[in-house]
């Protein structure tokens, strides 16, 4: 008889599973184009353990390939990120009671994949109907958390490994922006979103000649405030929910 | 070379910081990003974000705005924008933009 902790854990790694058939290919995907806009090998890689999230990689990777300055990358990534605040709160009520050598990894391993596993498995409510045992469900976290982490940075070693060897005359550099638009596609879910997302482009194309790619940045800023005005004066739809996967 | 390991180790440091905020703070409030005055403005980070990025890479050519209506990436990333309708995956979108580009390369 398998003990509960091992059980949870194995069930953690099993619903994990087949999400990986999403984060295989974005992860070669990342892998390739970051070698392929100037990236070391070493720095591809490392970067997925470093930073572990995806659209954030490919942001960094972009901008190094534009020569923009490290700190305006810095600042355009932290704030594409910020999104993981909303997980953070969200899992709170369910770790913020484990001891330190627990909240640390689990954070650590907090991204949109091992979050949409990890949460259901706390909203499913079974144990809490059964008579008092201990809660074990921070394991399934930790299940769901090191399958992601594993399948992305072994995805990104296939990625960096092919991403040497393809030939600049392949416009690979389009592949950038076609990533970047397929992850847009899914957070268009209502019109405040599509107003954020029209103002965004918009702003981004007018601030393109900012000096250092500052334009990015301001462009988000602005999208991110029209939508919400528009939220706030115009459009009163009911948000949709934040879980929504929008890449590691 | 520092400039990348800089940047990695910035943004690294300030996902981390995020993924634990409320965690380590106190429940579902606990950050101050996480207050419902904030929570609210950040649901539009992706629409913005990743529209921000993707304009200027279809529409700017050299510096300015892009005047020819049959550019083969900017028909490429129509196909593309399609595709992510349609399917919400990365490798067909990917895919169908790539495939577009390079059909409509040898053709315009």
Partial sequence: MASPRWSEFRDGVRRELPIQLGVIPFGMIYGVLAVHAGMTPLAAQLSSCIVFAGSAQL??????????????????????????VLYSA????????????????????????????AISRYLDGRVENRAPQPDYRHWHFLGAGITLWT??????????????????????????????????VPSLGDGASRVAALSGAAASVLLFA?????????????????????????GGETPPKPAESTGT | ?????????????ATFAYRLSCIEFG?????????????????????????ALVAPEILVRDGSLLSNPLD???LAAVAALVAALLTRSVLFTLASGMIALHALSSLL
């Fill in chain 1, 90 to 117: 969200s899992m709170a009520p369910n770790v913020a009671h484990l001891p330190r050598r627990w909240r640390l990894p689990l954070a650590y391993l907090l991204t949109d994949e091992a979050y949409a596993v």
């Fill in chain 2, 27 to 51: 429940g579902s409030d606990g950050a101050l990003l996480a207050r419902p005055r904030w929570r609210r403005l950040l649901r539009f980070v992706p629409p913005s974000a990743f529209a």
């Fill in chain 1, 210 to 234: 900012m000096p250092l790619k500052l334009g990015l940045f301001c462009a988000m800023v602005i999208g991110i405030g029209a939508g919400a005005a528009w939220e706030t004066f115009v």
């Fill in chain 1, 151 to 184: 399948f992305w940075n072994v995805s990104t070693f296939v990625g960096v490994s092919f991403g040497a060897q393809l030939s600049p005359k392949w416009g690979l550099d389009f592949a950038i922006p076609l990533t970047f638009m397929a992850l847009l």
């Fill in chain 2, 72 to 74: 083969p990436r900017l």
């Fill in chain 2, 1 to 13: 070379m520092t400039g990348t390991w800089l940047t990695l180790f910035t943004v690294g440091a």
């Fill in chain 1, 59 to 84: 942001v960094i990777a972009q901008l190094l390939g534009a020569g923009a300055a490290p700190l305006v990358i810095a600042l355009t990534a932290v704030v594409l990120n910020v999104r993981h």
